[in-house]
């Protein structure tokens, strides 16, 4: 994949199946701009890959055959930075989870027309120039630059669900706020806070059993707002680490006034845990 022996241009389409978790971070850049040459303008990529950080070593293949492969693991929002830098847009993901199979993503791309197109040098990017003394040619943004550069749209109507709940819907102390999240087929999904001296959930945590109860389980958006007219508030730590668990592909509607945005899951959590990069079992799965 680094050094794709095929013309420029001449592919309608490519599909990296759970292929690039085998591929070196540094090497990356040099597999998307293969991808990007050979690809036609508007051509679809499709690619599938373990969610979480860092790699692990594999030592048993199917049947038990003994084999020694390094299995990277990398957060969606990382690979989306990695193909907007390579001249793609993403279009969509979906969460893959299941028992035969540890956490994972697909992203579905589209090579931007009229991006640069021609032969990397090996191991390079094309657009590895000027960015001399960053690791491995590919530059690490910072979450300003992130916030920028990423830009996501905000979900108003998701917004207003929520709002028109916190006003409707809560009442004194037990039921503060209200959260609403956006389903994959595009339905809308509410809950509200229990509160109780005990511990009781959140609006979030409350909305991850409601969606469920209604045959939901891919959540696209998240956001709580606060009763009397608080605005939009953000999840606590608790509910940041469940939604990631759930959701890893979650983004989460966050800030205030004119600072409100949208934001992955995993920007919420510096150093994230992922609760399925730690089952050590899990490792021989095959996707």
Not at 101 to 119: D, E, I, K, Q
Not at 178 to 191: C, L, S
Request: charged content about 25%.
């Amino acid at each position: 994949m680094t050094d794709l022996d095929l013309a420029d241009g001449s592919m309608a389409g490519l599909v990296a199946w759970y292929s690039l978790i085998h591929v070196p971070d540094e090497e990356i850049g040099a597999v998307f701009a293969h991808f990007r040459r050979v690809l036609r303008p508007g051509a679809p990529l499709l690619l599938g890959f373990h969610v979480g950080e860092g790699a692990r070593w594999k030592t048993q293949g199917p049947g038990g055959r003994s084999v020694k492969l390094c299995v990277h693991r990398r957060p969606h929002g990382r690979m989306t930075a990695w193909l907007d830098e390579a001249g793609f847009a993403v279009e969509a993901r979906r969460t893959v989870t299941s028992a035969e199979s540890t956490l994972g993503v697909m992203l579905l791309a589209r090579r931007r027309p009229g991006t640069r197109c021609g032969r990397p040098a090996p191991g390079k990017s094309p657009d590895a120039e000027g960015r001399a003394g960053h690791a491995g040619g590919r530059r690490n943004l910072t979450k300003d630059e992130k916030m920028t550069t990423q830009h996501r749209p905000v979900d108003r109507e998701l917004i207003e669900a929520a709002a028109h709940v916190a006003r409707t819907r809560c009442r004194g102390d037990n039921h503060t706020v209200a959260a609403a999240a956006r389903a994959r087929d595009g339905r809308i999904v509410t809950a509200v806070n229990a509160y109780h001296f005990t511990g009781g959930p959140c609006a979030e945590l409350v909305l991850i059993g409601a969606a469920a109860a209604q045959g939901v389980y891919e959540l696209d958006t998240l956001v709580a707002v606060g009763d009397r007219e608080r605005g939009v508030l953000p999840p606590c730590g608790r509910c940041r680490q469940a939604l990631l668990d759930y959701f890893p592909t979650l983004e989460v509607i966050v800030g205030a006034g004119d600072r409100v945005r949208t934001v992955p899951v995993t920007d919420l959590l510096p150093e994230t845990y992922v609760w399925a990069d730690h089952q050590i079992d899990q490792l021989d799965v095959q996707p």
